[in-house]
C-alpha cells in the first residue's frame, strides 16, 4: 500500500487551524495587484488558480471580473472556498484535484501558483505539475509562479522558529538537505494544553534551476521578478518568476 505524500495529509491537520491567520489581508491585496500587473489580466480572461488553498487569490481576483478555477487537494479548504465567494456573491468555480492532474488543455490566459505552494514533490513531479500548468494555457498565456529559491532561503534561513497565530502556537524545526536540495520542517501546534506535529519537505531551486526546469517542461521565457517593474536581485523577498506558454 502507498504511504501518503506529506502534503496529502497535512493540510487536512492542525495547519488547517491556522491557515487563514497566517497572511494579513493588506498582504493579499498586494500579491494580487502584482498579480493583475505581470500577467496582464484583464476583465473576462480565464484564470486557473493551483493550488488555491480557501480561496485567498481566486476569490479577489473573481471580484474584478474574472473567471477563476481554483483547484486544490483539502477538501476543508475548498469547502471554505465555496462558502466565501456565495457569501461575496462571486462566481468562481473550485476543483478538487491533485496539482499534477489538470485535464485542460490551452483553456485559461493566465494561471498562477503562490504562497509557497512549489516544490512538494520529486523532480519527476515538479516537472508533472508544470507541464499540466503548460497545457492548460492558450499559446501566449502566462504563468505566475511566487515561489522562494536559494536566494531568498539562504539569507533568512533559521533551524528553529517560532509563531501565535490565535489561540495556537505554533514552532518550526527546519534542516537543509544539501543533496537533495531541500527544507525539512518539523511542525509542532500548541492549542489549548495539546500539541500535533506535522512533517513538511520542499524542494528550493536556485533561480536558474527554476528557470531551466520551466524551459523544459515547454514554456518559451521566463522572467525572473521581484516585484512588478523591479527584476530579481539578491536580497529580494521571494522569486516572482513569470513564463510564458
Excluded: K
Excluded at 496529502?8 to 495587484?33: I, K, N, P, R, Y
Excluded at 488543455?105 to 507541464?131: I, K, Q, T
Excluded at 511542525?187 to 513538511?200: A, H, K, L, P
Amino acid at each position: 500500500m502507498r504511504e501518503p505524500g506529506w502534503w496529502e495529509t497535512f493540510f487536512d491537520e492542525s495547519w488547517a487551524d491556522v491557515h487563514s491567520l497566517v497572511v494579513a489581508e493588506e498582504q493579499t491585496q498586494d500579491e494580487v495587484e502584482a498579480a493583475v500587473v505581470l500577467l496582464g489580466l484583464e476583465r473576462g480572461a480565464r484564470l486557473l488558480d493551483v493550488p488555491c488553498g480557501d480561496g485567498r487569490m481566486s476569490l479577489p481576483l473573481a471580484e474584478r471580473g474574472l473567471r477563476v478555477t481554483g483547484v486544490d487537494l483539502t477538501e476543508r479548504f475548498l469547502e471554505r472556498a465555496r462558502r466565501s465567494a456565495a457569501e461575496r456573491e462571486v462566481d468562481a468555480a473550485f476543483e478538487r484535484r491533485d496539482m499534477r492532474d489538470l485535464p485542460w488543455r490551452g483553456e485559461f490566459d493566465a494561471a498562477l501558483c503562490v504562497w509557497g505552494s512549489f516544490g512538494y514533490f520529486d523532480e519527476d513531479g515538479n516537472a508533472e505539475f508544470l507541464r499540466a500548468v503548460r497545457r492548460a494555457l492558450r499559446p501566449g498565456g502566462r504563468f505566475l509562479l511566487a515561489t522562494h529559491v536559494a536566494e531568498t532561503v539562504f539569507r533568512i534561513f533559521e533551524e528553529r522558529g517560532w509563531q501565535q497565530y490565535g489561540d495556537t502556537l505554533v514552532l518550526e524545526e527546519r534542516s537543509w538537505d544539501a543533496y537533495a536540495g531541500r527544507v525539512n520542517t518539523e511542525w509542532t501546534f500548541v492549542r489549548e494544553g495539546t500539541s500535533s506535529i506535522s512533517r513538511s519537505s520542499i524542494r528550493v531551486y536556485t533561480v536558474r534551476e527554476l528557470r531551466a526546469l520551466l524551459g523544459g517542461c515547454g514554456f518559451i521565457s521566463v522572467d525572473a521578478f521581484q516585484a512588478p517593474g523591479r527584476p530579481f536581485a539578491f536580497g529580494a523577498r521571494r522569486l516572482l518568476a513569470v513564463a510564458t506558454a
